[in-house]
C-alpha cells in the first residue's frame, strides 16, 4: 500500500523536488486549466479567493420619538378624515375642524414641514361642503 494513488510525481516525496499534491510541470493545474484553491486567478477585476469586501455601513441606534424636524403630515390626514366624516354624517361637528386642520396643513406644506398638501387641501374643500350642506340641512329643517 505505499504506492500513490495519485500517480508518479504527486505526493510527498523527499526524491521529488516538486511541491505536495502539485502536477508535473507542463500540465494543466487543475481540470480544466483552473489553478490551485488559494492562488489568484489572474484576472483583473476580482478580488483573490478568500478576500471579503469591507462590512456594510451600521445604521445609527434607534432613538425614542421623531427626529427634531418631523413632518406635520398628520394635520392633513386627520382634515381628509374629518373633511369625509362631514359629509357622510357628522356635519358641522367634522366640517369645522377639517377646515381648520386643513388650513394648517396646507401652511405646513408651504412651509415644508409636510409633504401631504394635497390631502390637506381636498381636506379643506371638503370640509367646506359638509359645513355648507349641514348649514343648508339646519335651515330647511327650521324653514319648516
Given at each position: 500500500?505505499?504506492e500513490?494513488?495519485?500517480?508518479?510525481?504527486?505526493?510527498?516525496?523527499?526524491?521529488?523536488?516538486?511541491?505536495?499534491?502539485?502536477?508535473?510541470?507542463?500540465?494543466?493545474?487543475?481540470?480544466?486549466?483552473y489553478?490551485?484553491?488559494?492562488q489568484?486567478?489572474?484576472?483583473?477585476?476580482?478580488?483573490?479567493?478568500g478576500?471579503?469586501?469591507?462590512p456594510?455601513?451600521?445604521?445609527?441606534a434607534?432613538?425614542y420619538?421623531?427626529p427634531?424636524?418631523?413632518?406635520?403630515?398628520?394635520?392633513?390626514?386627520?382634515?381628509?378624515?374629518?373633511?369625509?366624516?362631514?359629509?357622510?354624517c357628522?356635519?358641522?361637528?367634522?366640517?369645522?375642524?377639517?377646515?381648520?386642520?386643513?388650513?394648517?396643513?396646507?401652511?405646513?406644506?408651504?412651509?415644508?414641514?409636510a409633504?401631504n398638501?394635497?390631502?390637506?387641501?381636498?381636506g379643506?374643500?371638503?370640509?367646506?361642503?359638509?359645513?355648507?350642506?349641514?348649514?343648508?340641512g339646519?335651515?330647511y329643517?327650521?324653514?319648516?
Amino acid at each position: 500500500m505505499s504506492e500513490n494513488p495519485y500517480g508518479p510525481g504527486q505526493g510527498a516525496d523527499p526524491n521529488n523536488p516538486q511541491q505536495p499534491n502539485q502536477p508535473p510541470a507542463g500540465q494543466p493545474a487543475q481540470p480544466g486549466g483552473y489553478p490551485p484553491p488559494g492562488q489568484p486567478t489572474g484576472q483583473p477585476g476580482y478580488p483573490a479567493p478568500g478576500a471579503y469586501p469591507p462590512p456594510a455601513p451600521q445604521y445609527p441606534a434607534a432613538g425614542y420619538g421623531p427626529p427634531a424636524g418631523a413632518s406635520k403630515n398628520n394635520l392633513g390626514t386627520w382634515a381628509l378624515v374629518l373633511g369625509i366624516l362631514s359629509i357622510v354624517c357628522f356635519g358641522l361637528l367634522a366640517g369645522i375642524p377639517a377646515i381648520i386642520l386643513g388650513n394648517k396643513g396646507k401652511a405646513a406644506a408651504a412651509q415644508g414641514l409636510a409633504t401631504n398638501r394635497g390631502a390637506a387641501q381636498a381636506g379643506f374643500i371638503l370640509g367646506i361642503i359638509g359645513t355648507v350642506f349641514s348649514i343648508i340641512g339646519i335651515a330647511y329643517q327650521l324653514s319648516r
